[in-house]
């Protein structure tokens, strides 16, 4: 039997999409009363500098981004969330063949997610509402910036969706 799983990828803050947190929590709730695994993805760097250090204040997962007991959580050094967390097993382990990718940030992690996971021939959907995406400073703005990866990641990598029609089709 295969099935879809709900992935997040390191939902730390809110920098653009202000509905994210909403879209990410409520997605979670109608997935797990579906019976849909979600699976979380938290990213770890081990210079005490930097943004994702243990000890550092933006490393905490949102609060709609906790996982509720016997949720797997993985945790990546890397942007990839399939380079050495032993991910790609345990979606092989449960039959997945499709993933529902939320999370944090577009233009990074959630990107280098969800192209290997198509490489990997995961059937991707990404509700666009329920990722989240910040600027580069002094180079480019958030929502071009944020559009422009979804435009890219279209077709080839994943469907894009919204979080009404993805909770609609599964069940809620």
Known sequence: MQQEM??????????????????????????????????????????????????APGHAPMACAAAMPGEAVFVKETSSAFVATGLEAHLRAGACDALIVVGAVAGFCVNTTLRAASDLGFRVTVPVDAVLGFDLPGRMAARPLFDATMVLLDGDFARLSDTDALCARIGG
Request: charged letters at 20%; aromatic letters at 2%.
């Open 6 to 55: 709900q992935l997040r990828i390191d939902a730390g803050r809110d920098c653009v999409n202000p509905g994210a947190g909403a879209a990410i929590a409520r997605l979670a709730g109608v997935c797990r009363a579906a019976g849909v695994p979600v699976v979380h993805v938290r990213h770890r760097q081990t210079d005490p500098s930097r943004p994702f250090h243990p000890d």
